[in-house]
């Protein structure tokens, strides 16, 4: 039996939690109420409810007229535009107009950043985002995501080069990403550790669910297409090799880079989409991609790295610039990069 102050204590856990809210939290993350705290909260409201809303679009797709399927446009990436993917770029445009909040988005759907001149004397941040990352898996109802990256606006460059984006991933002050799961779930950091919410449909609100993500130094999982394996220099040949024989390592690829990279942060492992004979630079992009969950994996304690380079590090030339990923447990990645050197020492796993 239940005693009052055993009911009490539990409904004082329920209703704290229920009131840790996304933007409660990110204030209480910015350390006060001071202006800028509240318009990194208010920003990371606004990208919240982006993400609710396309959320509720996927959900919605299959009986939809018109939701699902290709737009027949190619984007800059070369890559068919879904009609999800515009739908989401779409909401973002308008999640951010009239917000005062932003003065420049970039998008892995537009060729050029998108300014919204009316923010610009307030707004001092740009966003640059993947709208719907691993759309490829919408129409089979398979998991997809948004990821985020968040740096200060510097100097009023309109130009369409936008070279104040092309600095290190160390710019970014915040960044994360939504996950559209069996449940909706939120992931950011701005600088101060991850933390994970769970959409609660009944509330509409990001509800705190994990507080200070830690990713495991080892895990069971290697995600990768190993489609691509000819594609791939010998060193990374030579790592597939090694975990084909070792017990204990489990292949895992759902073709959505956020729903990899949700496992890996939580259960440990590593993510590799390595460069290629044909694409050296690999297939992710680093802006809106790979710098973000860089910024988001090293804050959990893990590692991201080009193979050569930290992807932190990495100074892009123009905004689409593409990089190889390797990034998860610190161990595991170090097992990857023990491959690239020339001569493969094989580490002496038992
Ligand atoms: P491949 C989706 O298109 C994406 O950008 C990532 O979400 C995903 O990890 C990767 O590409 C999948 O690429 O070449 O293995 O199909």
């Known amino acids: 039996m239940t005693n009052s102050t055993e009911l009490n204590k539990a409904q004082e856990t329920s209703l704290s939690r229920d009131f840790t809210t996304l933007t409660r939290h990110v204030l209480s993350q910015s350390g006060g109420f001071s202006p ?3 318009d990194l909260s208010l920003l990371m409201g606004r990208i919240a409810l982006a993400g609710k809303m396309i959320g509720r679009h996927l959900s919605q797709a299959g009986l939809t007229a018109d939701a699902l399927g290709v737009t027949g446009e190619i984007n800059i990436q070369g890559e068919a ?13 308008r999640a951010f107009e009239q917000s005062g909040l932003v003065c420049r988005l970039a998008s892995e759907e537009m060729e050029k950043p998108y300014y919204i001149p009316e923010n610009c004397p307030i707004g001092r ?3 640059l985002f ?18 985020f990256s968040i740096r200060q606006q510097e100097g009023n460059d309109e130009t369409e080069e936008a070279l104040d984006l092309l600095q290190s991933g160390h710019k970014q002050v915040g960044a994360g990403y939504i996950l559209y799961g069996s449940s909706t779930m939120f992931v950011y950091s701005i600088g101060k550790g991850v933390h994970a919410f769970t959409l609660d449909p009944s509330l509409g609100e990001f509800i705190l669910s994990t507080t200070n993500i830690q990713i495991p130094s ?9 489609g691509n394996f000819w594609q791939w220099d010998e060193g990374m040949r ?29 259960q440990g492992g590593v993510f590799i989409y390595p460069g290629s004979q044909e694409n050296p630079d690999g297939k992710l992009r680093l802006l809106y ?3 973000p969950l860089a910024y988001l994996v090293t804050q959990a304690g893990g590692k991201a790295t080009t193979g050569s380079q ?15 990923l390797i990034i998860g447990s610190p161990e595991d990645v170090d097992l990857v990069l023990s491959f690239s050197q020339t001569e493969v020492e094989l580490p002496n796993k038992g």
Do not use: C, W
């Not at 993947?130 to 990821?147: C, E, H, M, Q, R």
């Not at 204990?248 to 959505?256: D, H, I, Q, V």
């Open 289 to 291: 991609e790979s710098a």
């Open 36 to 38: 800028a705290a509240y």
């Open 130 to 147: 993947d709208p719907i990352d691993g759309s490829g898996n919408i129409d089979t109802n398979l998991a997809v995501g948004t990821i």
């Open 218 to 226: 080892h895990g069971s999982t290697y995600s990768i297409n190993e």
């Open 125 to 127: 941040y740009t966003l």
């Open 238 to 266: 030579e790592y597939i090799r090694y975990v084909h024989k070792q017990s204990g390592y489990s292949a895992r690829y759902s073709g959505a880079l956020v729903a990899d990279i949700h496992r890996i942060l939580f």
């Open 81 to 93: 535009v879904k009609k999800m993917d515009q739908y989401a770029n779409r909401i973002f445009i």
């Open 310 to 324: 930290d992807i932190m590090d990495v100074v892009p030339k123009k905004l689409h610039a593409r990089t190889p």
